[in-house]
């Protein structure tokens, strides 16, 4: 099965209003996550990253926090803008390098005005 | 700089047609790798390659082959086109492998066998 994957297929937020999208990972030796925003018709863009011996890392207007003891990562979006409608991926090291990711499944992100 | 460039951007083929998807990247990353998106999922790891001359398989290798003379160049070869590998298609590339850094995505070649 996956080995990484979402909770939430979808969210629907207001313009101006935090996102929270989440995901589940399962293998516990991984140790390189990464967020990628994936508008239509182009390619997965990086939007940040964590090493597993970190909880959180900060980016502008995003956040990720890793909690390893129930594998599960989270991206936080401050002030959702129209602009962040996408799908977003979480991705983890499947092979104990940063070249063999596995993806989850991607989580659709509607942004209301 | 122009990143990973994949050409063609959109092909048709025919079932048992074969064909060369093309891609290049000009930040002179060693790792490259090829991805497939279907709907509803989310990528998988084709083949890679840690640098000219090496390739391994990936996840769903089966109907396609790689090659990589250049560090530049990764070219995905289908040899028998069947509608199963109907799907859009990501190059990605990033630098040496070992060192914790994010890979960056072409913007795909979408793909319909007929």
């Known amino acids: 099965g996956e080995s990484v994957g979402l909770h939430l297929p979808t969210l629907s937020v207001q313009e101006g209003d935090n996102s929270i999208i989440n995901c589940a990972y399962s293998?516990?030796?991984?140790?390189?996550f990464i967020w990628y925003k994936q508008e239509s018709g182009k390619g997965p863009q990086f939007i940040i990253d964590?090493?597993?011996?970190?909880d959180k890392r900060q980016g502008q207007r995003v956040t990720v926090l890793l909690n390893k003891t129930v594998k599960h990562l989270s991206l936080q979006i401050a002030a959702t803008q129209p602009g962040d409608s996408a799908v977003y991926f979480c991705?983890?090291?499947?092979?104990?390098?940063?070249?063999?990711?596995?993806f989850g499944k991607g989580t659709l992100l509607t942004v209301n005005p | 700089n122009a990143g990973v460039t994949q050409t063609p951007k959109f092909q048709v083929l025919k079932t048992g047609q074969s064909m060369t998807l093309q891609c290049a990247q000009d930040?002179?990353?060693?790792?490259m790798s090829w991805y497939r998106q279907d709907p509803g999922m989310g990528l998988r790891l084709i083949h890679y390659?840690?640098?000219?001359?090496?390739?391994d398989q990936g996840e769903v290798p089966n109907g396609y082959n790689v090659s990589r003379s250049t560090t530049e160049d990764f070219p995905l070869r289908l040899l028998s086109a069947a509608p199963s590998q109907t799907s859009v298609y990501f190059c990605?590339?990033?630098?040496?492998?070992?060192?914790?850094?994010?890979?960056?995505f072409g913007d795909g070649t979408r793909l319909s066998i007929l």
């Open positions: 990605a590339s990033s630098p040496t492998g070992g060192t914790w850094q994010p890979q960056h």
């Open positions: 293998n516990s030796a991984s140790d390189y």
């Open positions: 964590i090493r597993s011996n970190m």
């Open positions: 991705a983890e090291n499947s092979g104990g390098s940063n070249y063999k990711l596995t």
């Open positions: 930040m002179n990353h060693e790792y």
């Open positions: 390659s840690v640098g000219a001359g090496i390739t």
